[in-house]
């Protein structure tokens, strides 16, 4: 079995593409001894990862928006989904906007400048189709040390402040709005500030507090 494993890991690095290092997917759990990944990575296309016995590993892609819980065997990353051997993989798709969780600096403030425009002109038109999340609490991509601040556009509603310490980061680099107690309303449009960018998105309508993928409620503000 090493061997099988070893000469699939040969071919799939003989096969693998030369590309940049740009995010495919992000790792929302990780069981049993997996090489070379933890939890809330992100990993490219051609990374290759091999699982132990009983191991498993979840991957949801960012553009394709498919989560997939992959057991035992050797996974090539793709720029959609994942290539296995010697493993199982369970794929479905879930609910999640491909603009919020791949929003560049500069998309996001094109965003809310032009959120801010249509408001301003008319009141009574719809403004352009804003990044959505469809959990009510955003698990959010920030520097630590940094302040986060998010307040309602399309009604009233408490602003929150939240400074991003250390000790409250998700490895490092994300921050759970639910393990602060916070949760924002379905439907609703939102501005989040951190120091001088700001960036527009808005809630799904059906959207709940009960626990969903993180695919569907990630915003890469960083």
Same mark, same amino acid.
């Given at each position: ?21 740009? @995010? ?5 759990? /990780?069981?049993?001894? /997996? ?7 992100? /990993?490219?296309?051609?990374? =290759? =990862?091999?699982?132990? @016995?009983?191991? +498993?590993?979840?991957?949801? #892609? ?11 065997? /050797?996974?090539?990353?793709?720029? %959609?989904?994942?290539? *296995? ?5 369970? !794929?479905?798709? *879930? ?10 600096? !500069? %998309? ?16 009574? !038109? ?6 959505? =999340? #469809?959990?009510?609490?955003?698990? =959010?991509?920030?520097?630590? +040390? ?9 009604? $009233? %509603? @408490? ?19 639910? $393990? ?5 309303? @379905?439907?609703?449009? #939102? ?6 960018? !700001? ?22 503000? %960083?």
């Amino acid at each position: 079995m090493r061997t099988l494993i070893g000469a699939l890991f040969g071919a799939f690095c003989l096969a693998a593409p030369a590309v940049a290092e740009t @995010p495919a997917a992000i790792v929302e759990d /990780v069981q049993g001894k /997996v090489d070379g990944i933890e939890f809330m990575d992100y /990993v490219a296309p051609g990374k =290759i =990862i091999k699982l132990g @016995p009983k191991a +498993g590993v979840t991957l949801s #892609y960012l553009k394709s928006c498919l989560r997939e819980t992959i057991t035992e065997g /050797v996974v090539l990353v793709g720029a %959609e989904q994942s290539t *296995v051997q010697l493993g199982n993989v369970q !794929r479905v798709k *879930v609910p999640c906007d491909a603009n919020a969780v791949q929003l560049s600096e !500069r %998309e996001a403030n094109q965003s809310a400048a032009t959120t801010f425009r249509t408001m301003r002109a008319d009141a009574n !038109r719809a403004p352009a189709k804003l990044p959505t =999340i #469809y959990g009510t609490a955003p698990m =959010i991509q920030a520097k630590s +040390g940094s302040t986060l601040v998010i307040e309602r556009t399309d009604g $009233k %509603e @408490p602003e929150i402040s939240l400074p991003l310490k250390g000790n409250i980061m998700v490895a490092g680099k994300f921050f759970d709005l639910s $393990k602060a107690g916070k949760s924002l309303t @379905p439907g609703g449009s #939102y501005l989040a500030k951190l120091g001088n960018k !700001r960036y527009t998105f808005q809630v799904d309508a059906s959207a709940t507090a009960s626990p969903t993928p993180i695919i569907g409620r990630l915003l890469r503000l %960083e």
